[in-house]
């Protein structure tokens, strides 16, 4: 093709297009689910530990890592599985605690406020949203606990102190 | 028809006198009915809007479900100087279709029952709680409220006795919904008054204005879509088994190694021509019947060969090493076949896993579209694209990409997706039938490699056999030319027979395509032509009863068949009129719909509701002449008129009319009033 005629009478513009956002990254996909996660799988007052709300979103994210989380949970000698830190809750954390739906607690647990459980109960009104996240919670309920987690940490400080 | 007997509304508040029960109740008779008071901020419009909302058409206010009503049903009401919070509220609507009565109860706000659910009792509203008044539980706004057995505006829709029609929209064909008919004859106070059917909800149906009119007035238009639904299933019934015919006389063709040509895989006309070309082919493309006299040439030949190996050993050992030549190349072929089948079986599998993952996402988008929606209801920013705490537009993203890279919205997103998983659906289904077919070419070489391997064995062993014994080969080669004969021959004559149900089929599509044929396209009936015109002359009548002025001919005004709305040398009328003429023009039409119908035997349900039909500088004598125009149509429908009674002009030419002629609901300062008060005086009545 004729470089010249291209450059010289007719630009060619390149428009960037939209790029397609993964499920997992809308925020109001992960602000709803961390408000789920909050409500289906801790004690109301208590709060939340942040690992935990990483270990419960990533098992979310698929069925066998759900299964492995819920084996490790209800077991006492199993391998801990494999824990995704992912930025992207961190993030939507933030915006949840901007729109005040959840709270951060002295002790660094998030609880949900007022507006966050009423958020929590409209969804739960609504049968045809998140269908698996609630029954796949309902199975994990309030089975991993905090004490759970405090050995999976000591865990790793055993195995990769460098002192 | 739809006739509204009663209404009783429930409203339950701490009020510890009466134990707090405000209510409403009140009868309407046929004719003329008012809910009239003296100032305005009395209730008319919450008495009104519960009508609506116990019939579902709540979306003619403006929103769905609780959400679109007054104060008083959701958080305080007013009584004297005390403020009561709201606990709990619903409303009874006894309602008759001219026949049978039902009554139907719908919550604003209460804990127990979802505000979607409609409770209907078969019988009148003194008879609920009685053993023979049976309740029945139907949901509304899910999707299939109009279709669904357990949907309530399907109940309605029977027991109306209305037939609503399929109508098409931008995708498929839907029905044409009850709302969309309902806010043509309820006049909602707001912006009912801005347009002729401005309060219409939108449900993407096309022309959607013009099929409400045609409805109401049961214009051809609409059974001529009804007998186009008909041979639409007609055309389908055809089509399936013309193709189980196809798919029928393909495996059998299949299994004897052949191939048709000529056959067309759906439904035409088929002339002798055609039957002609419909031919049978072997895998060397030869027609059946040569292949049938080759096979018969060569049984016979071989009759003629000396029956002893000895005689042929020369020839026997040429035909062994052609044999394993064949044997050879077709053991290739396999192979290739088999590897393309596996290279296939893979591609399935992938294609099947991707399409997991965009199902999975497509799914939790929609979720999140939801989610979204509900997000912004209870006041989260970010649900808005809005930064919760700087208040600036930001993309619906947690992940870190460059500034001026654009993202999809969940919309487009969604989209995205939907085209992703047709493209992966057409994928795995190409390779799917990549598959069959290639098993279909894998068995028959199969097949064929057992016969050359027999026949390869058989041969061996004639070489090596005594010589004077007769050749096994020949006689096995004999075995399998008849057979392959008989194969053939019974093909033949399966493809005959299928040829007469051809024929049938062939008849009915000439049929069906005859009558499609028939079908009226956008040629209006005579009848339609002859409604649309009383239409125009009811309407032009109203106008001059209503003292319409701002067209200087009112006579020009024009009804055109292809939108069936009014309109003044080509444009809509409203460009052309003054504030209160535009109410005159709505007043005019509505009753122009309800007084066609009624000649002409439409299917209009003769209940229209006006919520403040005085608006803007409307004056008494007008006002008037509207009542007047109700009086004329006697008792055959039903009116409800929501009007505030503040001047003494109006008053008056009210308090004039006779019981008989209209009911007039007086609602003094306030419409709820504490329960016990009322209910002494209701029993008077």
Redesign the interface.
Known sequence: MDKQYLSEEHDIIFD?????????????????QICLILAKACWGKSGCLPIKLHMVSFALCSESAMDKLLVFSQSEFTAPPIIRFD??IN??VS?AI????VFQGQNGKYTLTD?GW??VS??D??S???ITEKSELSLLAKKLTDAKIKQLSDVWRNTYADD | MLMINRLVIEIKTANPSHEGIYGFDERFNSGLNFIASLSNTSGKSSVIEAIYYCLGFEEIIGGKNEKVLTSVYKSTIKDKDTDWNVLESGAYLEISNGNEIVTLYRTAKSDARDSRLVTVYYGDYDSIGNQSTLPDDMFLHDGGAATNASGFHAFLESFLHLQLPLVPTNGNDQKLYLQVIFSCLFIEQKHGWADIFSGMPYFGIKDVKKRVVEFLLGLDTLKNQKERDRLKTIKETISNEWKTIFDDINRNAYRESCYVNGLSMWPKIMSDKNYDAITVTTVAGKSLKEAMSDLETEHNSIKQLKPRNVDNFESLNVELQTISETIISFEQELYDCDNQIALSRSAIVQAERSLEVVVRDLRNNKDAAKLQNMGSTIGCKSSENVCPTCNQQIEDSLLHIGKDIPIMSIEENIRHLEGQRSVLEFTRDSHKTNVAQLSLVKNDLQSRLITLRRLAQTIRSDIYSTETEWSESIVQKLVEIETKFRGYEQLQSFVTLQFKDIGELSDRWKKYKDEYAKLPKNVDSESDIKVISSLKNNFIANLHKYKYKSAPNIDAVDIPIETCLPSIDGFDMKFDSSASDNIRIIWSFTMALLQTSLENAGNHPRLIIFDEPAQHSIVTSDMESLIQSVLNLKKSAQVIVGITLNNEELKKSIEKLSKEDATIINLDEHAFKLFNILSPTDSDE
């Open positions: 960037a297009k939209p790029d397609a956002v993964p499920y997992n990254y809308r925020i109001s996909y992960k602000v709803s930025p992207a993030r939507a915006f901007a729109d005040n739906l507006k009423s958020f409209e969804i009104k609504d045809t949203v998140l």
